[in-house]
């Protein structure tokens, strides 16, 4: 069992590193003119079978439905997504991608790799190759969570 000081040291690397990949993302984010928070909530709508509903979108994205309309607003005013009426419910408002908003999320994933490269950059394929089996087998570790 590790030393709790050794187990401490690489809580706060881990913590260190996803704060640098978080300002490495922002940069590269900024040139599309989308936040963070907008990027989660593109690539959520881009994951569903079919246009999520406001209230889904909060539920999946953990946050208040009030930031979820914030960020459709942003959205939509950047003709990433439209607000469409529920076939089924006119009171239902759901979301959907446009052709703009498809565009923007190669373009995320663009920036979210070269935002990684930045960060992996010193280290060698093999390297990487270690790193990402060990980051494998911690996402997926069936221990406490938090």
């Known amino acids: ?3 709790p ?3 401490g040291l690489l809580a706060e690397q881990l913590l260190r590193l ?5 300002r490495a993302q922002k940069l590269h984010l900024e040139p599309l003119g989308i936040t963070p928070a907008q990027s989660r909530l593109l690539r959520t709508v881009a994951h569903t079978d079919e246009p999520p509903r406001m209230a889904d979108l909060a539920q999946r994205l953990e946050v208040v439905p009030r930031a979820v309309t914030t960020l459709v607003d942003a959205l939509e005013a950047h003709g ?6 529920d076939p089924t419910n006119r009171r239902v408002v759901r979301v959907e991608l446009t052709d703009t ?7 995320l994933h663009d920036a979210r790799r070269a935002a990684a490269e930045d960060i992996l950059a010193p280290l060698s394929p093999e390297q990487r190759e270690v790193l990402g089996g060990l980051l494998d087998t911690l996402s997926t570790a069936h221990g406490r969570h938090c």
């Open 1 to 3: 069992m590790p030393e």
């Open 5 to 7: 000081e050794t187990s």
């Open 18 to 22: 996803t704060r640098k990949l978080h």
């Open 80 to 85: 990433s997504v439209r607000r469409v009426p």
């Open 101 to 107: 908003g498809r565009s923007t999320l190669r373009a």
